[in-house]
């Protein structure tokens, strides 16, 4: 498992490009097959793929907090895109809290080395220094993840090698992550539609 991980960091660039360009021309081709703009044919493109989409999606939201291969955001509207506000927000915030306590986990069991080389030194250098004061660590975490902006995959790796225990940083996630992922659903979503009135 660790030297698959390493694997996966090690080509950490190359996936995610290479998740980019996918995800650029899968949004080409669906747009094009009127999957966005046409209710009926996004209803017939998820009955496809069955009970599996959902799933799926999830899985895919999960491991893009762990291994960064897609860019999380954008993961965020698809989901609102394809299952509407509701049930796209949900789908948005189990896959992404699962990826969380996942990269929490990875990060306490192979320690530091393992997390700086995961989220690269100089970003490991920036807060780093925070963890030698426990109280203050966990409340600039609690603030971050509030935000939409922050970088919350790193902290999720960082918070890791802290003393802060599971059930903490469980809770923090839980009611952290829905304001920033709703940010980013509709948000994103907007954006990403009048861009499409555009193109049109």
């Known amino acids: 498992m660790e030297r698959f991980i390493q694997l996966l960091d090690k080509h950490?660039?190359?996936l995610l490009i290479s998740g980019?360009?996918?995800l650029v021309i899968f949004t080409f081709i669906a747009?094009?097959?009127g999957i966005f703009t046409d209710q009926e044919k996004m209803r017939g493109f998820l009955e496809r793929c069955g009970i599996f989409a959902?799933?799926?999606f999830v899985l895919i939201q999960a491991l893009q907090v762990v291994f960064p291969i897609l860019p999380g955001a954008v993961g965020c509207v698809y989901g609102v895109l394809f299952w509407g506000p509701v049930t796209g927000f949900?789908?948005?915030y189990i896959g992404i809290c699962i990826g969380s306590i996942w990269a929490f986990l990875l990060a306490r069991h192979f320690g530091q080395q393992f997390v700086k080389e995961t989220i690269g030194s100089r970003f490991y250098e920036k807060y780093s220094k925070y963890l030698l004061k426990e109280n203050q660590f966990e409340k600039i975490f609690a603030l971050l993840i509030f935000l939409p902006v922050a970088p919350d995959d790193f902290l999720c790796y960082l918070a890791g090698i802290s003393k802060m225990p599971i059930k903490k940083f469980t809770i923090i996630i839980l009611l952290g992550k829905p304001a920033a992922i709703f940010l980013y659903s509709m948000g994103l979503k907007t954006i990403f539609q009048f861009v499409?009135?555009?193109a049109a």
């Open 20 to 22: 980019t360009v996918f």
């Open 90 to 92: 949900f789908f948005n």
């Open 196 to 198: 499409l009135g555009l």
């Open 12 to 14: 950490k660039k190359f």
């Open 54 to 56: 959902p799933v799926l």
């Open 31 to 33: 747009y094009k097959n």
